[in-house]
């Protein structure tokens, strides 16, 4: 059974960090683009990041570059998403998902990946 569970969310202030972490289990990680996504109140779910079979990562939101940044452990099965310089604007759900490849380039819409955890939530307010 396919599972991903996102973790690591809370509240922050603005400039803070947050790393979130997304398990895997059910399937080989490394054979798989996971991505990043977030949802704010009202608004449609967006990328942010993705990372690839070959550990190379795709950012899909320009807003994130500098500040965010994804690794995978194929070893413990869970992918990273290091966010530094928080900003208000960074607030939402955070969710992680398979890719329907393993190839970042070609899954960048939320339709684009098959399953999905349930979600943190980060709140960057001071």
């Known amino acids: 059974q396919v599972q991903l569970v996102e973790s690591g969310g809370g509240l922050v202030r603005p400039g803070g960090s947050l790393t979130l972490s997304c398990a895997a289990s059910g399937f080989t990680l490394g054979y798989y683009a996971i991505g990043w996504f977030r949802q704010a109140p009202g608004k449609e779910r967006e990328g942010v990041l993705c990372?690839?079979?070959?550990?190379?990562?795709?950012y899909y939101k320009d807003s994130v570059k500098g500040r965010f940044t994804i690794s995978r452990d194929n070893a413990k099965n869970t992918v990273y998403l290091q966010m530094n310089n928080l900003r208000p604007e960074d607030s939402a759900v955070y969710y992680c998902g398979r890719g329907l490849t393993r190839f970042c380039t070609v899954v960048e819409r939320p339709s684009e990946y098959d399953y999905w955890g349930q979600g943190t939530q980060v709140t960057v307010s001071s």
């Open positions: 990372i690839n079979n070959e550990n190379r990562s795709t």
